[in-house]
């Protein structure tokens, strides 16, 4: 599955953020300025951020499995969590 945002928070901090949200529950294996993959036994995933006409960044998830299993779970709470980072005030809801 893939899955887009666009936020307007900065490409470098969005990568960090991947890093440390999935880096505590998946083994990173590829690393780049823009990119990061991570692999563990819930499948593989790579985050990538680009910057996106004027100060926007768009945010692309992609994984390798079908779209309602536990790694896809992460991934969109993920780009929940750039969403909060963009608006503090902002309260994630779902159960993913």
Known sequence: MQYFHRTS???DAVIHAAATYFGARLAPTDESPRRRSFSG????LRVSAHPEGGHYT???????QP???ELDK???RFLGE??????PEHQLRGSY
């Open 41 to 44: 036994a819930l499948g593989s």
């Open 58 to 64: 768009l945010v692309t998830v992609h994984t390798d």
């Open 9 to 11: 928070v900065s490409p």
């Open 67 to 69: 779209g309602e299993s």
């Open 82 to 87: 750039i969403h909060v980072l963009a608006e």
């Open 74 to 76: 992460l991934a969109k």
